[in-house]
């Protein structure tokens, strides 16, 4: 089984006014997956089923921000936050329909599954998730489409939750054959290289000491950024999942990454000796 993670950053357009879906990219990625299921050559990571996660981008990032989700407050603030809360949910359940709508123009069958539906956390931590329908839409046939949302949260009544930390739940208790994690650089850099001109790609990165070279390489959001995403992929290395970050902006990335062949990006694994660099 494959988990596919596209980032908000590549499915929205960033800096606008108002949320808005970067199209280009979504009809290209829905046809690169389309491309990959119906191949002739299937791998058998792909064969044996498959599970989408998105980011929020534009529509999460700006009112998780503007109702300072994930920070404790006062009861006579949770009207208000009850409010953020209905409005976050609805913005990122917007940009899930779409992104299915597209998806199935491309004849694949996705459901989606709303994780503010069925998931709850501990301060921002999965407390408890149901597998179980996810597991049967699985062995029938279907692609499960999860992303980042906003759910219940035991001590601070409402968290965001990333759609980094909803695969790693998912492929630790399923025990997935790989992850994909679609961004918009080509992989995990020394330093971040929108920032600096010397910056080089890591082809392979086994070891969570090395994240403190990496604390320049990210732009901070409300989910994390990549340091955050590298945390979580390298434990679920040292669990013998392997992961690879890629750049989903490259056309035909997707759709290699999918179908097992060689792309650009970064092998987060620990098993070394198997790559030869």
Not at 119 to 131: H, M, N, P, Q
Not at 149 to 161: G, N, R, S, Y
Not at 216 to 221: A, F, G, H, V, W
Request: hydrophobic share 35%; with cysteine; net charge negative.
């Amino acid at each position: 089984m494959i988990i596919l993670k596209i980032g908000g950053s590549i499915l929205t357009k960033k800096d606008l006014a108002k949320p808005e879906v970067d199209y280009e990219n979504l009809e290209r990625i829905a046809s690169e997956i389309e491309e990959s299921l119906h191949s002739d050559d299937l791998n058998s990571d792909l064969s044996d089923g498959l599970i989408i996660v998105h980011g929020a981008g534009s529509f999460g990032h700006p009112p998780a921000s503007k109702y300072k989700i994930g920070e404790s407050f006062p009861i006579e603030d949770y009207p208000f936050k009850r409010l953020g809360f209905a409005e976050i949910q609805n913005q990122v359940k917007k940009l899930n329909s779409i992104i299915c709508d597209s998806l199935i123009k491309h004849n694949i069958p996705v459901v989606s599954i709303p994780p503010s539906s069925f998931v709850t956390t501990v301060d921002k931590r999965i407390y408890e998730f149901r597998l179980g329908l996810i597991k049967k839409y699985i062995k029938e046939g279907y692609v499960p489409v999860l992303y980042g949302d906003i759910v219940l949260d035991e001590e601070l009544k409402m968290a965001i939750i990333s759609g980094d930390q909803i695969l790693q739940y998912i492929a630790k208790i399923l025990k997935s054959d790989n992850i994909i994690l679609g961004t918009d650089v080509d992989g995990v850099y020394t330093k971040n290289p929108k920032n600096h001109k010397d910056s080089k790609l890591i082809s392979v990165l086994t070891n969570l000491n090395q994240i403190e070279e990496l604390e320049s390489t990210t732009n901070i959001d409300v989910t994390g950024g990549m340091v955050g995403k590298v945390k979580e992929l390298l434990e679920l290395a040292n669990l013998g999942i392997d992961s690879e970050i890629i750049n989903a902006n490259t056309p035909k990335t997707i759709a290699n990454a999918l179908q097992s062949k060689p792309v650009i990006g970064t092998k987060l694994t620990s098993k070394l000796e198997e790559y030869n660099y």
